[in-house]
């Protein structure tokens, strides 16, 4: 069945989408948002043009998510091993929420989203972070969708830094091995407080997890797409969704 849409931002009433269940909706959606690159190249222009156009389908994403209803949406922003690119990249992609928070944060706060960002927030240039910090207080109150945006974010990492802190707990004698259970581990990571992804979508056809959220994504259900990032629409997470809806999840168990 087919059904349409109104489009938030715009009021127009053109777009068809599949329809979809109200009732089952993934609470948490993560995004590893690839082909920038690509895509740039596709059209003859050097990478920076395909970040510049990936920031855009950030927000046409963002919008789409909070319209359906998603509660929270992390978004692979970069990963402690994209520092190994070209300098000039890097520094352009350090400069990217900045840029974007000065252009969008105000319709953000409008839309009551929460700004947050999970990373290592330790070698981000400060003008990075202090964007970050800025756009996380002044969103903090704010109840709407979560826009979680993992920077310099490492699932190896997190995990062996969420593992030392344990350790000097124990060294300490505030924490005794036999303490350490999957929710302790859980609200040591630095999604403490989140949910879990119930949907993973990775764009490019690059079908890898690329350290992402390896703890979290343990039971998510994981859609690939060969769209490249600056291409991904409201349709493509719809069509998402859709096929989270007809997935079984059994966590293991029986239906
Ligand atoms: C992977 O594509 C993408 C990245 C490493 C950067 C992702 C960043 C954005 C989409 C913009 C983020 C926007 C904000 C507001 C923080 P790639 O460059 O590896 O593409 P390729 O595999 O085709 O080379």
């Given at each position: 069945?087919?059904?349409?849409?109104?489009?938030?931002?715009?009021g127009?009433?053109?777009?068809?989408?599949?329809a979809?269940?109200?009732?089952?909706?993934?609470?948490?959606?993560?995004?590893?948002?690839?082909?920038?690159?690509?895509?740039?190249?596709?059209?003859?222009?050097?990478?920076?043009?395909?970040?510049?156009n990936?920031?855009?389908?950030?927000?046409?994403?963002?919008?789409?998510?909070?319209?359906?209803?998603?509660?929270?949406?992390?978004?692979?922003a970069f990963?402690?091993?994209?520092?190994?690119?070209?300098?000039?990249?890097?520094?352009?992609?350090?400069?990217?929420?900045?840029?974007f928070?000065?252009?969008?944060?105000?319709?953000?706060?409008?839309?009551?989203?929460?700004?947050?960002?999970?990373?290592n927030?330790?070698?981000?240039?400060?003008?990075?972070?202090?964007?970050?910090?800025?756009?996380?207080?002044?969103?903090e109150n704010?109840?709407?969708?979560?826009?979680?945006?993992?920077?310099?974010?490492?699932?190896?990492?997190?995990?062996?830094e969420?593992?030392?802190?344990?350790?000097?707990?124990?060294?300490?004698?505030?924490?005794?091995?036999?303490?350490?259970?999957?929710e302790?581990i859980?609200?040591?990571?630095?999604?403490?407080?989140?949910?879990?992804?119930?949907?993973?979508?990775?764009?490019?056809?690059?079908?890898?997890?690329?350290?992402?959220?390896?703890?979290?994504?343990?039971?998510?259900e994981l859609?690939?797409?060969d769209?490249?990032?600056?291409?991904?629409?409201?349709?493509?997470l719809?069509?998402?969704?859709?096929e989270?809806?007809?997935?079984?999840?059994?966590?293991?168990?029986?239906?």
């Open positions: 069945m087919i059904k349409r849409v109104r489009s938030w931002w715009n127009e009433q053109k777009q068809q989408t599949p979809i269940s109200k009732d089952n909706i993934p609470q948490h959606v993560a995004v590893i948002m690839d082909g920038n690159g690509r895509w740039a190249k596709r059209i003859g222009m050097p990478r920076i043009v395909g970040h510049q990936g920031m855009k389908a950030v927000k046409r994403t963002a919008i789409a998510a909070d319209e359906l209803g998603i509660k929270y949406l992390t978004l692979f990963s402690t091993e994209n520092w190994s690119r070209p300098k000039d990249e890097v520094d352009f992609l350090m400069r990217l929420p900045q840029e928070l000065a252009i969008e944060l105000d319709e953000l706060i409008e839309k009551n989203v929460q700004v947050r960002m999970m990373g927030k330790e070698h981000l240039p400060s003008h990075t972070v202090d964007a970050l910090t800025e756009a996380t207080r002044r969103t704010n109840t709407g969708l979560v826009l979680n945006f993992a920077l310099n974010y490492g699932s190896r990492l997190e995990i062996t969420c593992m030392q802190a344990l350790g000097r707990e124990i060294e300490e004698g505030k924490l005794k091995p036999g303490d350490i259970t999957p302790l859980e609200n040591s990571l630095l999604s403490s407080g989140m949910p879990d992804p119930d949907l993973l979508i990775r764009t490019s056809g690059e079908l890898r997890l690329s350290n992402f959220m390896l703890w979290q994504l343990a039971y998510s859609w690939f797409t769209i490249y990032w600056p291409e991904f629409k409201k349709e493509h719809y069509e998402a969704v859709v989270y809806q007809r997935r079984s999840r059994r966590y293991g168990g029986l239906k």
